[in-house]
């Protein structure tokens, strides 16, 4: 068996769109790689809880930069700062301000200038002495490098900034310091590091002091987004830490040399911090601006904050006023300074929150890709429309909640939307392709549709399945005359059959499309009859009418019988003048009513009427009613009778309308042989009675209701009747004995009794 074409065509999209995607993702497509930053972006925010730190920040804000002047400060402020910080015993004070540079001061430019102009004009007497002791003193004053440089030597954990120019260089360079090779290694080949073209270090007097150094270079990602830490950077044959590693290292009293490095991952000691094939490391933001304590710089140096605020913690020093810190776009928030980016860097290197990607991640997405493929290919051809995009979306859902959950929860980074973005294309592609085939064979089978439905609709119609024959018309277009017209004869049909609510629902449809004929004053009278309905339904009146009342255009119909006119009602029911319009005769419709019997009895009574009375419909005999047929049409059980012009013998029994003698004779002949008959047959009557024999005009004598009488004693509510009915029971019938044609006897004895004496032979009301 040869696979169908559209099967086929399935397959090809599904293997294309993934080979694509699956390429695309491996070579880090920009358009793709910055949608799935974005997610990168969402999933870090939601991972952001407040960090129990030893970071704390000293930041030159706004209010200290109002109050101390314009920036730059002079250096004795900073020197003020780290000698007051150094009072609580903190772990590391590390400054983010570079100071690659000697301050300018102009005051201490031109007392050197003197300085040195006394000692170039030669002999010094006691007077120029002492000026030079005077200007040595105010060089002293006036020189803020060596009040810091003073500072950074007494606290003993300062930690200093550098910076690195990106560029290629060899490997060998001849300006490194001494300084600077106690913090570094040599550079492994086996990583790609970030490298240099020329380094920025601080002022010689500043190296002399410090504890150690560390860049601060930052390197965002290609959509401009800064969220990965260069922990290293290469220059020359020698590798160089971050600012924020050289803080977390000397946190734990450990230097560079301390670090082991590897490809994918660098330990420290026992901690190993998993990285990029350049040496990065993605950063866990905790949270935006302020997550971290701040104190701003003037409080600490004015003593405001106490000393003790800052033991065994990480002091950072950096600014974050408007106009003169440095603030990238980071996950956390759009403009974030750069000492709370170190910040952030240190926590995630010391609470070991790291964020990375596995080595399994690439093999993960490509073989859910692969999965999705063959979803594509196989499965979603196979469903429906709405069922195919139900399941889609659920497994859109679980592959970015489980991408989410373990961001969140364990740190691993896997892409979200190669694999998201494969099934909604082959989603959108795969059933646009099948919308546009099926649309083409749909306009080439539409015609033919439409008029098989007119033809299945008639037929259904013509046997009488009018629900069937409705469901067939509906599939038409309502626009169409000729549907108007025929909905509108099945409505009829409805009406006939006296199924108010479903004409009313047909003239309903055929309203959608517009005023039609008298549609809307039938769907009016169709809802009165609904509320007023015939007998034979729950809860109908015992004084109801089969016959619609001014409202239909054509007489009802039981069966095959159109009801012409009501003859008169009985206990169970109503009879009916019905015409059959096959062999046009004339019949008496007796309606049986089962919704007063009690419902737990209500199926084996109807299945033993159906079958007495079909039993009776066998017996033909001049003394018997002729009974043409029994059945139950929608609601209501009926039985079609031989139509008699006379009355029955219940108007006889008064004394001013006595029979002679012989004429009863006569009569009661008449009845036994009928009965006779009807015994020998193993049928019996079990309700003889003056009511239920007729005598004609032409003076024929009738026996009818046989197999209908059982019916009416097994009533629940029809006491009354039963109670007056057992005056002409024989003795086994009124104890519920079996009984026979015997029975029958003694009631046609009752009855000739009445008939003779006008009163009945038992006198008793039970």
């Known amino acids: 068996m040869k696979p169908s074409k559209s099967l086929l065509n399935n397959w090809v999209i599904a293997a294309v769109l993934t080979a694509i995607m699956i390429v695309l993702s491996q070579l880090e497509w920009y358009p793709l790689q910055t949608l799935e930053y974005k997610t990168y972006d969402v999933r870090q925010r939601m991972r952001q809880k407040k960090p129990d730190s030893p970071v704390v920040i000293v930041a030159i804000d706004d209010q200290s930069i109002q109050k101390l002047g314009r920036w730059p400060w002079p250096r004795t402020y900073v020197a003020e700062l780290i000698d007051a910080v150094n009072e609580g015993k903190p772990s590391l004070?590390?400054?983010?301000?570079?100071?690659?540079?000697?301050?300018?001061?102009?005051?201490?430019?031109?007392?050197?200038?003197?300085?040195?102009?006394?000692?170039?004009?030669?002999?010094?007497?006691?007077?120029?002495?002492?000026?030079?002791g005077a200007l040595n003193q105010a060089e002293r004053r006036l020189d803020n490098d060596a009040f810091l440089a003073e500072s950074i030597s007494r606290a003993r954990n300062v930690l200093l900034p550098m910076y690195f120019i990106p560029g290629q260089q060899p490997d060998t360079r001849a300006d490194i310091v001494d300084q600077l090779k106690k913090n570094s290694l040599n550079a492994p080949d086996f990583i790609s590091f970030q490298s240099a073209s020329e380094?920025?270090?601080?002022?010689?007097?500043?190296?002399?002091?410090?504890?150690?150094?560390?860049?601060?270079?930052?390197?965002?990602?290609?959509?401009?987004?800064?969220?990965?830490?260069?922990?290293?950077i290469r220059y020359g044959s020698q590798i160089f830490p971050s600012f924020a590693l050289q803080a977390a290292l000397a946190y734990q009293n450990k230097t560079v040399a301390?670090?082991?490095?590897?490809?994918?991952?660098?330990?420290?000691?026992?901690?190993?911090?998993?990285?990029?094939?350049s040496g990065r490391m993605f950063i866990d933001f905790k949270g935006k601006f302020g997550t971290f304590p701040y104190y701003s710089f003037v409080d600490v140096i004015s003593g405001r904050i106490a000393p003790e605020t800052f033991h065994n913690k990480i002091v950072l020093i950096g600014p974050v006023a408007t106009g003169i810190a440095g603030f990238e776009v980071t996950p956390a928030q759009p403009s974030f300074p750069g000492v709370e980016i170190s910040a952030n860097v240190i926590d995630t290197l010391l609470s070991k929150s790291f964020i990375s990607r596995p080595a399994w991640s690439t093999?993960?997405?490509?073989?859910?890709?692969?999965?999705?493929?063959i979803f594509l290919a196989i499965v979603l051809p196979r469903l429906n429309a709405g069922l195919s995009a139900l399941i889609s979306v659920c497994v859109l859902i679980a592959w970015n909640g489980f991408a989410v959950w373990l961001f969140v929860s364990q740190g691993d980074w896997l892409g979200m939307i190669a694999p998201s973005f494969l099934l909604i294309a082959g989603y959108i592609v795969i059933v646009s392709l099948r919308f546009m085939l099926t649309e083409k064979h749909s306009e080439l089978v539409e015609s033919d549709s439409i008029e098989t439905s007119k033809m299945l609709g008639l037929s259904f119609q013509g046997q009488g399945l009018l629900d069937l024959a409705f469901e067939k018309f509906r599939k038409c277009p309502?626009?169409?005359?000729?549907?108007?017209?025929?909905?509108?004869?099945?409505?009829?049909?409805?009406?006939?059959?006296?199924?108010?609510?479903?004409?009313g629902a047909v003239y309903e449809h055929i309203f959608t499309a517009g005023e039609y004929k008298d549609v809307k004053d039938r769907i009016a009278t169709m809802k009165s009859a609904g509320e007023t309905m015939i007998l034979g339904t729950a809860g109908?009146?015992?004084?109801?009418?089969?016959?619609?009342?001014?409202?239909?255009?054509?007489g009802p119909t039981i069966g095959r019988f159109e009801i012409q006119k009501e003859l008169g009602r009985g206990a169970m029911g109503t009879v009916f003048l019905g015409k059959?319009?096959?062999?046009?005769?004339?019949?008496a419709i007796k309606t049986i009513r089962f919704d007063e019997i009690d419902p737990e009895q209500s199926a084996e009574v109807k299945q033993r009427f159906f079958r007495e009375a079909e039993a009776a419909g066998a017996l033909n005999h001049p003394n018997i009613v002729t009974i043409y047929d029994v059945g139950e049409d929608y609601d209501l059980a009926y039985v079609a009778m031989e139509l008699l012009d006379g009355c029955d013998l219940s108007s006889l029994t008064k004394s001013d309308k006595k029979l002679p003698f012989a004429e009863v004779l006569r009569i009661i002949g008449a009845v036994a042989e009928g009965l006779a008959f009807a015994s020998e047959r193993g049928i019996v009557h079990r309700d003889i009675k003056p009511a239920n024999i007729m005598r004609l005009n032409n003076g024929d004598i009738k026996i009818a209701d046989f197999g209908i009488a059982r019916i009416t004693a097994t009533s629940t509510t029809k006491t009354g009747m039963v109670m007056g009915t057992p005056s002409y029971m024989s003795p086994e019938q009124v104890l519920g004995h079996k009984v026979d044609g015997r029975a029958d006897l003694f009631s046609l004895g009752v009855v000739m009794y009445e008939l003779l004496s006008c009163?009945?032979?038992?006198?008793?009301?039970?």
């Open 540 to 554: 109908s009146r015992r004084e109801a009418t089969v016959l619609l009342q001014g409202g239909g255009a054509a």
């Open 363 to 373: 093999y993960a997405e490509i073989f859910i890709m692969l999965a999705m493929g």
């Open 580 to 587: 059959d319009h096959k062999i046009n005769r004339m019949v």
């Open 759 to 766: 009163r009945k032979p038992f006198a008793g009301e039970s």
């Open 478 to 503: 309502i626009e169409d005359e000729t549907v108007k017209d025929l909905l509108y004869n099945l409505a009829l049909d409805f009406e006939r059959k006296r199924m108010f609510n479903k004409a």
């Open 258 to 277: 301390d670090v082991g490095l590897a490809p994918g991952a660098f330990t420290v000691g026992t901690t190993s911090v998993p990285v990029d094939r």
């Open 199 to 232: 380094q920025s270090l601080p002022i010689k007097p500043f190296l002399q002091g410090a504890s150690a150094f560390g860049h601060l270079n930052l390197f965002a990602d290609e959509d401009g987004t800064l969220r990965r830490e260069t922990l290293f």
């Open 93 to 132: 004070i590390a400054t983010n301000i570079l100071f690659t540079e000697a301050d300018r001061n102009s005051g201490l430019e031109e007392v050197r200038a003197i300085r040195k102009q006394i000692e170039d004009g030669g002999k010094i007497d006691a007077r120029l002495n002492g000026v030079l």
